[in-house]
């Protein structure tokens, strides 16, 4: 059982800012409620400003709490967008090898898609799907039930079994004010687990993460210098590396366009992913924006009948969410509607 969760900023600082403080609040209570001793490391508080101009402090953070024998998790404050800064101070002195020495949960999503890819590297396998701003401190009277109870089964058992579909999707938030404390999210009824082509049935270790972060590992009009580093630090797996996985790829907040999510998948094909991969699995777009496109885009890019492509996974930036064990060998039965994971 989970006792001791180190939060950290890896991305962004917001946590940090004034305007933040109720919900941290809001979320220090719910976990504590949940009977976790919760540390923010040093850095994690210290702002949006601060945290962008000192990537080397986010990674001693990083690595402190990997360290410390008496954190049993890191948990993700939010993601962002420029994590993968931290990679020269991971990796130049094999820093984040050496610090991984005992096992802990890591658990975080979006930007976060970068670290859970450094981790990939060294052999930590990681958890992804929630971040502690995005779901601990939901402004709803009580986290969203589906999230909450992957969430609970995770630091109560220190992994995740199975995954079924929840039956509800909600709205985004469309504002993050101390008006909105207790406000219900809009639901709607969930469709479950949809099975674009391929096996019903199908299997591997699943990695991957957030499309729009893995768009620019190979792009650079965001950051120039993130293809220049990823290619550098060998950060996105080789073909073979893929082989007996299967790729995760949910969309951001930023609600990629259709033109967008083709490019992202057509650099996923020069690297030869989807030939060496079992399967892929695609999460509810926010909103189910561009949902249609998106399915089309991926049946259509791929362009391989034989391989299975199931969408609609609750998991990543759609609310609610669930999470999903890098690393681990998984069974995917959309017939069943569940995925298996064998400790």
Request: glycine share 6%.
């Amino acid at each position: 059982m989970i006792k001791n969760v180190a939060i950290v900023s890896l991305s962004s600082g917001i946590i940090g800012e004034s305007f933040m403080a109720f919900e941290v609040e809001i979320g220090l209570r719910r976990l504590k409620e949940f009977g976790l001793n919760v540390k923010f490391m040093p850095n994690a508080l210290k702002g949006l400003d601060y945290i962008k101009a000192h990537p080397e402090k986010r990674a001693e953070d990083l690595l402190a709490a990997l360290k410390d024998p008496e954190i049993d998790m890191i948990l993700c404050a939010i993601g962002g967008d420029d994590t993968y800064r931290l990679l020269p101070y991971l990796f130049d002195h094999n820093e984040l090898k050496s610090a991984v020495t005992n096992h802990k949960v890591f658990l975080g999503f979006s930007d976060t898609t970068i670290n859970h890819l450094m981790f990939h590297k060294v052999g930590f396998n990681t958890f992804y799907g929630q971040s502690f701003l995005s779901d601990i401190c939901e402004l709803s009277s009580e986290m969203l039930p589906y999230t909450k109870e992957y969430f609970k089964e995770l630091i109560e058992t220190g992994t995740i079994h199975e995954i079924k579909p929840s039956d509800l999707w909600y709205e985004e938030r469309k504002q993050f004010t101390v008006d909105e404390v207790g406000v219900t999210l809009k639901a709607h009824p969930n469709d479950g687990f949809e099975l674009l082509q391929g096996p019903s049935t199908f299997h591997g270790k699943i990695l991957g993460g957030c499309i729009c972060s893995i768009h620019d590992l190979f792009n650079g009009d965001r950051y120039e210098d993130m293809p220049v580093l990823s290619l550098r630090y060998h950060l996105f797996p080789d073909k073979e590396e893929w082989k007996g996985h299967i790729l995760l790829l949910e969309t951001s907040e930023e609600k990629p366009l259709p033109e967008k999510y083709r490019r992202a998948l057509n650099y996923l094909k020069e690297t030869g992913v989807f030939e060496a991969v079992s399967g892929v699995l695609a999460g509810k777009p926010m909103d189910e924006t561009y949902a249609d496109d998106y399915k089309k885009l991926l049946v259509e890019v791929i362009d391989d009948p034989t391989l299975p492509i199931v969408f609609n996974v609750n998991i990543g930036h759609a609310m609610p969410r669930c999470i999903i064990p890098f690393g681990v060998e998984a069974v995917v039965d959309t017939d069943q509607q569940i995925i298996h994971f064998n400790d």
